[in-house]
Nanobody, 114 residues
Framework: QVQLVESGGGLVQAGGSLRLSCAASRSIFSINAMGWYRQAPGKQRELVAL???????TYANSVKGRFTISRDNAKNTVYLQMSSLEPEDTAVYYC????????WGQGTQVTVSS
């Protein structure tokens, strides 16, 4: 099992940047994959970015070139660096960990104003 706590959300103007952090309650070294999903009002939760234990990354087409996912195994933390933010990026962002069973954080709100 693992508990995930997100931080770093907030209100930012279009074109700005934010960095989200996801702190895990245990070592993430051997976790298959960790990532970020988001859910906007009235929409389904969608994958934003994923990083495997080997460091392989996957991004949604809508964020490629603007967002970067990384992991710091020593700090048991996964990050999402978001740049060139757009109003369409407004959503609750959830951290996810794949330990065969999926675990979710409680989410952090990101609001991008135009």
């Amino acid at each position: 099992q693992v508990q995930l706590v997100e931080s770093g959300g907030g209100l930012v103007q279009a074109g700005g940047s934010l960095r989200l952090s996801c702190a895990a309650s245990r070592s993430i070294f051997s976790i298959n994959a960790m990532g970020w999903y988001r859910q906007a009002p009235g929409k389904q939760r969608e994958l934003v970015a994923l990083i495997t234990s080997r460091g392989t990354t996957t991004y949604a087409n809508s964020v490629k070139g603007r967002f970067t996912i990384s992991r710091d195994n020593a700090k048991n933390t996964v990050y999402l660096q978001m740049s060139s933010l757009e109003p369409e990026d407004t959503a609750v962002y959830y951290c996810y960990a794949d330990l065969s069973t999926g675990y979710w954080g409680q989410g952090t709100q990101v609001t991008v104003s135009s």
